[in-house]
């Protein structure tokens, strides 16, 4: 198979200062079709936007990847696998500029977005969008494209729906609107809780599970989030459940997080991290 590297174009003036990117999952169809939309589109930017479509070869196959996951493999690697090379390349094409990635989940309709604790700016640009939810996901989510700088990926919903598919536009018109490309668009204020992922919550090999709790609902010591065929999984101690499903992962139903404040200083303040160098 011919490799194809990721799909670029610009739009508004000059220098290309922000980028959006769908499509590091290739069965995320909303992220893409977002982008595609403001190609489309006839919008008056103010900035040059670069407008990504990360992975097309795993996009046309409609698999998540086509040799490792895309979005565990950054920094990318120019001489690895080919979802290694293309982290490489995308590195390269969004480095200094904020940006948003676009992706769908199995948890929950809700949108929410993910950032890491090493990229403090990240906390501002993620406040800066309609979402309900910021979650920082560094100490589990080794590889993932937020490490390449002020990347803030949002996830907009259920897994190739077209409300998803439309979240994902909202939530892509507000990051423009928010960082000054779009400025005349209205951005609806949300005020977002912050959490912090701290373990996976894994399943018993082979079992038929149910999920008992909500994404983002607190749980309680003691009570009953899930079952595996008979058997009543209790939680040993409080926790906030982020990507948690039946279905979204194989070995693991999420992971338990705990909530760090209600603005960006807060959690930062909570993680130890110094907005000002984004270190501790």
Do not use: W
Not at 163 to 176: D, G, I, K, T, V
């Amino acid at each position: 198979m011919q490799e194809v590297p990721p799909n670029v174009t610009v739009r508004g003036p000059g220098d290309p200062e922000l980028a959006v990117v769908g499509g590091i999952h290739g069965d995320e169809p909303g992220g893409v079709r977002a982008v595609e939309r403001l190609r489309a589109a006839d919008l008056s930017m103010e900035r040059g936007v670069k407008l990504i479509i990360a992975n097309p070869s795993a996009v046309e196959a409609g698999e998540r990847y086509l040799e490792t996951d895309l979005n565990r493999s950054f920094p990318g690697d120019p001489d690895g696998s080919l979802e290694e090379r293309l982290a490489a390349e995308l590195c390269a094409e969004t480095d200094g500029l904020p940006t948003l990635t676009l992706h769908a989940t199995h948890s929950t309709p809700e949108p929410f977005a993910l950032v890491e604790h090493t990229q403090s700016a990240a906390f501002e640009l993620a406040d800066s969008l309609p979402v309900p939810h910021v979650v920082d996901h560094g100490h589990v989510a080794e590889g993932s494209f937020t490490d390449c700088g002020t990347v803030v990926t949002v996830e907009a919903g259920c897994q190739a729906t077209d409300a998803a598919a439309e979240e994902a536009h909202r939530q892509a018109r507000a990051f423009l609107a928010a960082t000054g490309a779009l400025p005349d668009e209205d951005v609806p204020g949300t005020n977002s809780d912050y959490y912090l992922l701290e373990d996976a919550v894994e399943k018993p090999p082979g079992a038929e599970c149910e999920l008992l709790v909500e994404n983002f609902q607190r749980v309680a010591a003691g009570e009953i989030f899930a079952r595996a065929d008979d058997v009543e999984l209790v939680a040993h101690r409080p926790f906030y459940p982020v990507l948690m499903s039946e279905c979204g992962y194989e070995e693991i139903f999420g992971y338990r997080a705990s909530r760090l404040g209600d603005s960006p200083a807060a959690a930062l303040a909570a993680l130890g991290v110094d907005p000002a160098t984004g270190g501790a």
